[in-house]
C-alpha cells in the first residue's frame, strides 16, 4: 500500500513542489534566523536568488558544529509560544543538538512516518512494539505517532529489561518490532536464553529498524532469528528524527520523502556534487520546517541517490544504505576502512555471533585496529585446531575485503557488552 499520493507524482510535479518549498524554507530562514541573515550576507546572496532547483547550491551548508555554536536555540526560527515538543541528539560530548517542533511540524513528522511504515509493509491491523528509548531522543516519539496515524496498535515499550519485552511481545502478540537493528539482535538471543524460538513463539512479521547502519547480512540474520521481513528506515535529530526515508518491500533502497526533504550528494572533500548512482556525503535541506529551516545540513553519512523507477509504483529518489559515515572511517596503513566492511565479513562467517567491537590503537605512532568477535558455536571451543581454522578464515577474508591484516581476537560468547540503543562499535583507544 502507498500511504501518499505524492510519493506516486511524475518527477516533475516533484520538483515543482520542491522548489516552491524551497523558496518558502529559505525565507523562512532568512527573515527569522539571524545566524542565516548573517551566512546570506556573507555569500552575498538574498532568498531571491534561488529559483531553480540546483540554486540550492548556492545556500550555505551547515553542520554539527553550527548547531553547537549556536546552542540551545540560535538556529531556531520560532520561539516558545509556537513550539509544542523539544528533542535532542544523542551526542556523547559536549552540548547536545536540541530541536524543536511546531505543531505543523509535528503533523509533517508524523505524515513522513506514516508514509514509511506503511512502505515496509505495516497496516492498521498490526500490534508494533516500540523498543527505542522513549524520551529526548527522536526515535520512539517519531514512530509512535506515525504508526498511531496508520491505525497500529502501539507498545511503547522503551528499551532495557530485555526478558520483559520478550514476554510483553509474546503475550502481546506483537506484529512489527521496531528498534536500532542491533538491539533487535540481542532481544533475539534473549529470547532464545529464555527457551523460546523468537521464529515460534513470537508473532513478528515485519522489522522496521533504523538509528544505526547495518549491512544486509544483518538483516538477513534478523530474518532468520525471527522469521520476519527486517526493513530500515533513515534520519536524524538535526532534521526532525527519524522520517527522511525508509525501504519499501522491494529493498531498492530507501524511499526519500522528497516534498519534505531535498537531497544531494557531494563530493566530501571538494564539496562538489556527485552525479546519481555515485556514494559521497548526503546532504539534506528539509523543505517544511517551521522550527528549524536547516540549509544544506551535511550529515557525514555516505550513500548514493537512485532514480530508476520502483515496482512499487513509487516515484521518489531513493537512497542506498548508509556505508559508513565520514567521521567513522578509520585510515590503517593508509588503507580506508569502515566498519560496515569488517561487518560484511564477520556476518557471513560461520560459527561467529553479531556482536564485536573494534579498537583503534597507536603503537609506534602507527595506527592499528584489534577486532574482538564472540565465537558462538561451541564446536569450535573443543578443538584447538577447529579455532585456529576460523582465526586464519577470518584474517584471509579481512585481508582480501580490506586490504590490511587487523589482529583477530577471538572471544567467548557473550563477553561483549550489549547496548540496548545504537551499538557501539569502535573504542578509540589512541593517545590524543
Ligand atoms: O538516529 C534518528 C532515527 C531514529 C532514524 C530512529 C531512524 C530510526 P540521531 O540520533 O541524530 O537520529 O542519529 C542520526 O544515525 O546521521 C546516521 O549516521 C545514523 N543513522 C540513522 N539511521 C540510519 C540508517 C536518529 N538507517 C545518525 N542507516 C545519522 C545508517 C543511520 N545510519
Given at each position: 500500500?502507498?500511504?501518499s ?14 522548489l516552491?518549498?524551497?523558496?518558502h524554507?529559505?525565507?523562512?530562514a532568512?527573515?527569522n534566523?539571524p545566524?542565516y541573515?548573517?551566512q546570506?550576507?556573507?555569500?552575498g546572496?538574498k532568498?531571491?536568488?534561488i529559483?531553480?532547483l ?9 553542520t554539527?558544529?553550527?548547531?553547537r ?15 509544542v515538543?523539544y ?8 552540548n ?7 505543531r ?9 512516518i ?9 497496516t492498521k ?5 516500540i523498543?527505542?528509548g522513549y ?6 516519539l ?6 498511531e496515524?496508520?491505525g497500529?496498535g ?6 532495557g529489561n ?8 509474546k ?92 537531497c544531494?550528494v557531494v ?12 556514494v559521497?556525503e ?19 553519512d555516505?550513500?548514493s541517490?537512485?532514480?530508476?523507477p520502483?515496482?512499487c509504483g ?20 593508509g588503507v580506508?576502512?569502515?566498519?560496515s ?9 560461520e ?6 567491537l573494534?579498537?583503534?590503537k597507536t603503537e609506534?605512532?602507527i595506527?592499528?585496529i ?14 584447538v585446531d ?9 584474517q584471509t577474508?579481512m585481508h ?17 557488552e ?15
Open positions: 500500500m502507498i500511504w499520493l505524492n510519493e506516486t507524482l511524475p518527477r516533475e510535479d516533484i520538483e515543482e513542489i520542491q516552491k518549498r524551497l523558496k524554507a529559505v525565507r523562512n532568512y527573515k534566523v545566524y541573515r548573517d546570506f550576507k556573507k555569500l546572496i532568498p531571491k536568488d529559483q531553480t540546483d540554486d540550492v547550491r548556492l545556500l550555505p551548508m551547515t554539527k558544529e553550527d548547531f555554536l549556536n546552542y540551545p536555540y540560535g538556529l531556531f526560527a520560532r520561539d516558545a509560544k509556537d513550539i515538543r528533542h535532542a541528539s544523542s551526542g556523547t560530548t559536549g547536545p543538538v536540541i530541536v524543536g517542533y511546531s505543523k511540524d509535528l503533523e509533517n513528522w508524523k505524515e513522513d506514516a508514509r514509511i511504515v506503511t512502505m515496509a509493509g505495516v491491523r498490526d500490534t508494533a512494539h523498543s527505542f524520551g529526548l531522543f527522536t526515535g520512539a517519531g514512530l509512535h505517532q506515525g504508526l496515524k496508520v497500529a502501539v507498545v511503547p515499550m522503551s528499551s530485555s526478558q520483559k519485552q520478550i514476554k510483553m511481545m503475550d502481546m502478540g506483537a506484529t512489527v518490532l521496531i528498534g536500532t537493528p542491533s538491539y533487535a539482535l540481542r532481544l533475539g538471543e534473549v529470547a532464545q536464553e529464555m527457551g523460546l524460538d523468537p521464529r515460534e513463539d513470537l508473532k513478528l512479521r515485519v522489522g522496521c529498524f533504523g538509528g544505526e547502519g547495518s549491512t544486509e547480512a544483518m538483516r538477513n540474520k534478523l530474518n532468520e532469528v525471527f522469521g520476519m521481513f527486517a526493513t530500515e528506515n533513515y534520519g536524524l535529530s538535526e532534521l526532525g528524527g527519524p522520517g527522511v526515508s525508509g525501504e519499501c518491500t522491494q529493498l531498492t533502497g530507501m524511499h526519500i520523502n522528497e516534498d519534505h526533504f531535498l544531494e563530493d566530501p572533500v571538494t564539496l562538489e556534487p556527485l552525479p546519481p548512482g555515485e559521497g548526503l546532504v539534506i535541506t528539509p523543505l517544511t520546517k517551521d522550527v528549524l529551516p536547516v540549509m544544506r545540513y551535511r550529515t557525514k555516505l550513500t541517490l537512485h532514480y530508476e520502483c515496482a513509487r516515484t521518489t529518489a531513493r537512497m542506498s544504505k548508509v556505508s559508513g559515515r565520514t567521521d567513522d572511517m578509520m585510515i590503517i596503513s580506508n576502512v569502515f566498519p566492511q569488517i561487518e560484511e565479513v564477520l556476518f557471513s562467517t560459527g561467529i555471533g553479531t556482536n564485536y573494534i579498537k583503534i609506534n605512532h595506527d592499528k584489534e577486532i574482538d568477535v564472540e565465537v558462538v558455536d561451541n564446536a569450535y571451543l573443543e578443538s577447529a579455532l585456529e581454522r576460523l582465526h586464519k578464515e577470518l577474508k582480501t575485503t580490506l586490504g590490511i591484516r587487523p589482529k583477530i581476537n577471538l572471544v567467548e560468547n557473550k563477553s561483549i550489549r547496548s540496548e540503543g545504537k551499538a557501539k562499535r569502535i573504542l578509540d583507544l589512541r593517545e590524543k
